[in-house]
């Protein structure tokens, strides 16, 4: 047990010390701001404020956490042995920076509530965060940062105990277009002929008829390959479905058809089933409800995980409607088009509300990248990329989790390097 001395205890003080000590450390901990229950604990402690008690463990605070709302705040970042940090201290401090604030302006996405420019979807562009401008998006620095912590707690108190954990993989799929040409209803099916035809796609359409007759699998229901990769291995998977109305009409799918819910059935024999909620219903409470609704009745079973169509967030008004329909587990928070730890961890963690100053239920799945951001790029640095990252999370024992679509898995050559990763490298045997 560590005990942690403040002159204030606030709600973004328990929650950021909560993550780094305990889901990060596994340390156990509890708060005081009782300088004489503080100077009467004779095992473990520390002090966390501007000035030292004695000859405790200290660290120097900076004033973020005792602050309430949303303000400009001014940030140098530093190099710090092999990474970065920023909110510096004195040397008083056993670090030399505020782990603790700064950990908390990331988790938060405090950056995300501050005026910024909008990606042409109306999203919080990579572009514009502090990690992509200071070179650490890479790389999940909280972790790192904690494990950092970790030494300097375990000379101070050697017999202080963390809980072990290994490294987690949590492979994720968003199906959102499970049919390349089944389950399109008569007029899609007709449109689509014509516009090959006009297009004078003549195999496309070959192809096409084939899949309709029952001739050939349609080329993009790949899960019973994802599922045979999978099934015999301790690795986590979630495939995410779509149940409302797609902007795209001709892409879109009737979630109504008997056999795409059986599709989800079958998926739901083996793995975990999450929800995509569809564009039209993402600040939508009521849309939200009947789209969870609608999966539920298909699974039969509460739906706990989900993520936005086109990885949309809007803070902090989305994630209220999550909890109000009472989801447990939202996997939109990563950059579709960039690689790299938006909230600069590789640990789930709980949503903080900053309007509201409360830690909320909702956790936050850490996502590292989806394959939409290795449009024309070449196998070897697709390759070299996915395992920089999964070697960064293997270090600080944290979570891996990556988006594939299904179509990454049709078996073709541009996709070798999908199917590869997803069974080979991604992969933990039992």
């Known amino acids: 047990m560590l005990l942690i001395y403040t002159q204030k205890i606030t709600p973004r003080f328990t929650y950021v010390f909560k993550h780094i000590c305990t889901r990060i450390l596994g340390i156990e ?7 004489e229950t503080f100077i009467a604990e004779d095992g473990p402690k520390l002090s966390y404020g501007k000035q030292p008690l004695g000859n405790e463990l ?20 530093k190099p710090w042995e092999e990474t970065k940090c920023f909110f510096q201290v004195s040397d008083k401090s056993a670090l030399p920076f505020d782990i603790f604030s700064a950990s908390f302006y990331l988790l938060s996405r405090y950056e995300e509530y501050l005026p910024h420019v909008k990606d042409e979807y109306g999203r919080f562009p990579a572009s514009e965060s502090l990690a992509f401008k200071e070179n650490f998006l890479q790389y999940p620095v909280i972790d790192i940062w904690a494990y950092k912590f970790k030494i300097v707690l375990s000379e101070n108190f050697p017999d202080l105990s963390f ?15 499970p049919y390349a040409f089944k389950q399109k209803g008569l007029l899609k099916s007709i449109i689509g002929f014509t516009k090959d035809t006009l297009k004078f796609r003549i195999s496309k359409n070959f192809r096409r008829t084939k899949v309709l007759l029952g001739i050939k699998t349609d080329p993009f229901n790949t899960f019973e390959w994802v599922i045979s990769q999978s099934k015999s291995n301790k690795t986590k998977l979630t495939v995410f479905f779509l149940m409302g109305n797609d902007l795209n009409y001709y892409e879109g799918i009737n979630a109504q058809k008997k056999r795409y819910r059986m599709l989800i059935k079958f998926v739901s024999d083996y793995k975990n089933i999450g929800l995509i909620f569809s564009s039209i219903s993402l600040l939508n409470l009521t849309a939200i409800k009947k789209e969870k609704e609608q999966l539920e009745n298909v699974i039969n079973s509460e739906l706990t995980s ?4 086109g990885y949309f967030v809007k803070l902090p008004e989305f994630y209220r409607n999550l909890i109000e329909v009472e989801v447990e587990k939202d996997f939109t928070m990563v950059y579709e088009e960039t690689v790299g730890f938006r909230a600069s961890t590789c640990t789930p963690f709980l949503f903080y509300d900053l309007d509201y ?25 697709i390759r070299d990329s996915v395992l920089h990252i999964l070697a960064s999370v293997n270090k600080v024992n944290g979570t891996f989790s990556m988006f594939f679509t299904n179509l990454d898995f049709i078996d073709n050559k541009r996709n070798k390097i ?3 990763l997803f069974s080979e490298k991604l992969q933990k045997n039992v």
């Open 29 to 35: 901990i509890k708060f005081t701001n009782a300088i």
């Open 357 to 381: 100053e409360i830690k909320t239920p909702l956790i936050i799945q850490p996502i590292a990248l989806t394959t939409h951001a290795f449009k024309n790029k070449k196998s070897s640095d």
């Open 418 to 420: 999908w199917r590869e």
């Open 58 to 77: 200290f660290l120097q605070s900076q004033e973020i956490l005792s602050h309430q709302g949303i303000e400009s705040v001014e940030i140098n970042v």
């Open 306 to 309: 989900s993520v936005n169509k």
């Open 163 to 177: 809980f072990k954990k290994e490294m987690e993989i949590h492979n994720l799929i968003e199906a959102s277009n």
